[in-house]
Every structure is written in structure tokens, then in C-alpha cells.
């Protein structure tokens, strides 16, 4: 019932904020989009079409950090033994960044926020900067997140992520994918409790505020953008 509520509440408050027609739905919709869930829930996997659907550049705090990581920058430095423990890295570390990012000029109509903001921290400081229109969260099982973690793959070229299983890299790059540091049985225990513990409370936070919309991410990967699809259409009325 609470689910129901919640999509309801947050469909009507986001319809009035995006009262356009269908062709429009990449250029007006104004305001950033965060991507939420646990970690291994599909957030990367589901970014490049939410991203082509809306026209919002993704920026995922995870790979600006990995980046930074190896290139070695002082900000890398001090993440990298949060990130290898499977810690989150200190809020001021993170607000920062996110801060100089929403400055920049493609920032403007905003951004595909994925992994951000994952402390009522982050989310009272991003609230004070940008305007949140939706909150989309993959809703996964710890135990179906430890397999899809396990077996990640991404393109060391692309940036593409795959799964060993679930979404087998073609033949032409299986050669080069590489296995992310952090995604190991040990490590990605310490990422769930970090997230249930901090991370979890936000989902009533951004229901408050009628912007959640939750969605079942325990179905295959075209099934799971299908619906956030649907609901993202449906919020800038666009399938009408
Ligand atoms: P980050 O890189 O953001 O990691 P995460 O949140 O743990 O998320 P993931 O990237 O692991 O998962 P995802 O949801 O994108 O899943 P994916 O699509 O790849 O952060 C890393 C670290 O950086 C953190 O631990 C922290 O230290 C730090 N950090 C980052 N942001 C921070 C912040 N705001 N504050 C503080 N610290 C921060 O999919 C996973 C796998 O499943 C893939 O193999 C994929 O092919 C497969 N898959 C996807 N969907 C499906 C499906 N529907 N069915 C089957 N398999 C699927």
C-alpha cells in the first residue's frame, strides 16, 4: 500500500512538473534525475538509456572516483581506501564534487545522478543546489546483488559493464574486460551494510518529498528499462 502511495503521490507531483508533450520529453524536462539503489542493483546498466531517453549527461560518482583513483590525484588518494573497504567516501569529499560538476554548462537543464546522493547529507546538500524531479530506485535482494556483483564485468576500453552470465561480453572484447577491485564477496558484504545503513533511509526521504518512484529491479535488464521507461514517459506525459 505504501509503494502505491508513494509512486501516486510522487507521479502526481512530478506530472505537474512536467507538463509537455510527447517529442519534448529530452529537451524540458528541467532538473536532475538521481539513480538509487544497493549496489550491483543496475544502476550503470540502466543509465546510458535513461540518459538517451531524457538527454541528461549520466554522471556516476563511482567512476569519477575511480578515475581519480587511477590517475592518482589527492582526491583519489584519500577515496581509494574508503572505496577498496567498501566504505562510502566522507560526505564533504563527495559534496564537492557533485557541487563543481552541477556547475558545469551541460549541468544546466540537469543531470542523470547515479550513485548520488547516498547520505541524507548529500541529498539536504544537493537540495539546496538542484532541483530533484525523480528518484528512481532499482529495488534488488542482498542475495541476488552479491551474484550480479561477483560476476560484473566492464570493457577496459568503453567503460560497457557486462555479467559473466547474465550479459555475457561479446566475443571481440571479451579479452579486455576487466574486474573492478572492489567487486568481491568480502568487500561487496561491506557495501550492503554500508548501504542499508546509510544509504536505505533515503528512500523515505525522497518519498516525503513525493519524488520516489520505486521499481522491481529483480527481472532481466530489458524488463527493468522497460518499466523505467514507462514511468518516466508517463511523468512528462509524453505517452499520451
Ligand atoms: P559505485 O561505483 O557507485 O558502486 P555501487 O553503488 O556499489 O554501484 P555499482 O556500480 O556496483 O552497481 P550498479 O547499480 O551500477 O550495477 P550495474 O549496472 O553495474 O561506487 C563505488 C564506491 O565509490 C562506493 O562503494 C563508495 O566507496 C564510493 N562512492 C560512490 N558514490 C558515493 C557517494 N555518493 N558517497 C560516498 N561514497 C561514494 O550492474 C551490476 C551487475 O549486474 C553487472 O554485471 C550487470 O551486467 C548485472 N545486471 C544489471 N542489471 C541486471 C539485471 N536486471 N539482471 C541481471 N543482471 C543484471
Same mark, same amino acid.
Given at each position: 500500500?505504501?509503494?502505491?502511495?508513494?509512486?501516486? !503521490?510522487? %507521479?502526481?507531483? =512530478?506530472?505537474?512538473?512536467?507538463?509537455?508533450?510527447?517529442?519534448?520529453?529530452?529537451? !524540458?524536462?528541467?532538473?536532475?534525475?538521481v539513480l538509487?539503489?544497493?549496489?550491483?542493483?543496475?544502476?550503470?546498466?540502466?543509465?546510458?538509456?535513461?540518459?538517451?531517453?531524457?538527454?541528461?549527461? +549520466?554522471?556516476?560518482?563511482?567512476?569519477?572516483?575511480?578515475?581519480?583513483? =587511477?590517475?592518482?590525484?589527492?582526491?583519489?588518494?584519500?577515496? @581509494?581506501?574508503?572505496?577498496? =573497504?567498501?566504505?562510502? #567516501?566522507?560526505?564533504?569529499?563527495?559534496?564537492?564534487?557533485?557541487?563543481q560538476?552541477?556547475?558545469?554548462?551541460? =549541468?544546466?537543464?540537469?543531470?542523470?545522478?547515479?550513485?548520488?546522493?547516498?547520505?541524507?547529507?548529500q %541529498?539536504?546538500?544537493?537540495?539546496?543546489?538542484e532541483? !530533484?524531479? $525523480? !528518484?528512481?530506485?532499482?529495488e534488488?535482494?542482498?542475495?541476488?546483488?552479491?551474484?550480479?556483483?561477483?560476476?560484473?564485468?566492464?570493457?577496459?576500453?568503453?567503460?560497457?559493464i557486462?555479467?559473466?552470465?547474465?550479459?555475457?561480453?561479446?566475443?571481440e572484447?571479451?579479452?579486455?574486460v576487466? +574486474?573492478? @577491485?572492489?567487486?568481491?564477496?568480502?568487500?561487496?558484504?561491506?557495501?550492503l551494510? $554500508?548501504?542499508?545503513?546509510?544509504?536505505?533511509?533515503?528512500?523515505?526521504?525522497?518519498?516525503?518529498?513525493? #519524488?520516489?518512484?520505486?521499481?522491481?529491479?529483480?527481472?532481466?535488464?530489458?524488463?527493468?528499462?522497460?518499466s523505467?521507461?514507462?514511468v518516466?514517459?508517463?511523468?512528462?506525459?509524453?505517452?499520451?
Amino acid at each position: 500500500m505504501g509503494r502505491i502511495r508513494t509512486l501516486v !503521490v510522487g %507521479a502526481e507531483q =512530478a506530472l505537474m512538473r512536467f507538463p509537455y508533450g510527447p517529442d519534448r520529453l529530452a529537451r !524540458v524536462v528541467t532538473g536532475s534525475i538521481v539513480l538509487f539503489g544497493p549496489p550491483g542493483a543496475g544502476k550503470g546498466t540502466q543509465a546510458a538509456r535513461i540518459s538517451s531517453l531524457t538527454g541528461k549527461p +549520466q554522471v556516476s560518482t563511482g567512476d569519477m572516483l575511480r578515475t581519480a583513483v =587511477a590517475t592518482n590525484s589527492d582526491l583519489g588518494m584519500e577515496a @581509494k581506501e574508503y572505496m577498496d =573497504a567498501g566504505l562510502l #567516501v566522507p560526505d564533504e569529499v563527495i559534496i564537492g564534487l557533485i557541487s563543481q560538476r552541477l556547475q558545469q554548462p551541460d =549541468a544546466k537543464s540537469g543531470l542523470l545522478l547515479d550513485g548520488y546522493p547516498r547520505t541524507i547529507v548529500q %541529498a539536504e546538500s544537493l537540495e539546496k543546489i538542484e532541483l !530533484v524531479v $525523480a !528518484v528512481i530506485s532499482i529495488e534488488v535482494p542482498d542475495d541476488a546483488i552479491v551474484r550480479r556483483i561477483v560476476g560484473r564485468r566492464m570493457d577496459s576500453e568503453t567503460g560497457q559493464i557486462y555479467h559473466v552470465e547474465f550479459n555475457p561480453p561479446p566475443k571481440e572484447v571479451a579479452d579486455r574486460v576487466v +574486474q573492478r @577491485k572492489d567487486d568481491n564477496e568480502e568487500t561487496v558484504r561491506s557495501r550492503l551494510s $554500508a548501504y542499508h545503513e546509510q544509504t536505505a533511509p533515503l528512500a523515505e526521504w525522497y518519498s516525503d518529498r513525493g #519524488v520516489l518512484l520505486r521499481i522491481d529491479g529483480d527481472r532481466g535488464i530489458d524488463d527493468v528499462g522497460d518499466s523505467i521507461e514507462s514511468v518516466l514517459l508517463k511523468l512528462s506525459g509524453a505517452d499520451a
